[in-house]
Each structure stands twice: as C-alpha cells, then as structure tokens.
C-alpha cells in the first residue's frame, strides 16, 4: 500500500502562481510514476501532468502546458506541481496519484491522494 498526501493548494488571483506538492510514503515497483489530476464540480476528472520517477519523463496537458512544471525528488519521495498563470478554469480540486508507468488517464494509476483545492479568481 502507497499513501500519498498533497499539499499546497489555496485561493489565488488569476495570473498567480502556486506549487502543489505529493508525498508518496514509499516507492515501489508499482509507483514508477507520478500523475496530477484535477476535477472540478460536475466535470470529469482529467489529466494534468505526469513524471517518471526514474528518468523524470514528463508529459503535460495541452490545457497546462506551458504555465506548468512536474518535478521530483527522488530522495524525498516528493512531486511537485508548479503552475504559473493560473486562470479561473484552473480551479479545482488536484490530485496525486501514483501508478506502474506513465499514463494520461485515471485507470492508469492504482494509488490516489484525497487532493487539495485550488481556487482561482478572476
């Protein structure tokens, strides 16, 4: 069992920056990667970012890309999510999750956060 625990949401000015963090408890053959999610009231939940914990291959949402940087810290077990130039679209609630390999859809992943809120206002 993997628990991961998010951070760093909050309430923030269209334009505005903020950094979302994951903390995985441990890694695993199951955990090669790391994704973001986000799902926002009456929408689905859709793919934001995702890295490898490995080699650090990322990939991106055409909807973030550009205003958003994936990292890790393979020593921390962390991931992070910076996202610039936040727009009220944004808002959401974000999640971590943590999977085999790297995918771009919610049944690629096994382990979940219980997510952190961003809220962008215009």
């Known amino acids: 069992q993997v628990q991961l625990v998010e951070s760093g949401g909050g309430l923030v000015q269209a334009g505005g920056s903020l950094r979302l963090a994951c903390v995985a408890s441990?890694?695993?053959?199951?955990?090669?990667?790391m994704g973001w999610f986000r799902q926002a009231p009456g929408k689905e939940r859709e793919f934001v970012a995702g890295?490898?914990?490995?080699?650090?291959?990322?990939v991106y949402a055409d909807s973030v890309k550009g205003r958003s940087t994936i990292s890790r810290d393979r020593t921390k077990n962390t991931v992070w999510l910076q996202m610039t130039l936040l727009k009220p679209e944004d808002t959401a609630l974000y999640y971590c999750?943590?999977?085999?390999?790297?995918?771009?859809?919610?049944?690629?992943?096994?382990?979940w956060g219980q997510g952190t809120q961003v809220t962008v206002s215009s």
């Open positions: 890295i490898t914990w490995g080699g650090g291959s990322a």
């Open positions: 999750a943590a999977g085999p390999q790297l995918g771009t859809t919610p049944p690629a992943y096994v382990y």
């Open positions: 441990r890694r695993t053959f199951v955990v090669a990667a």
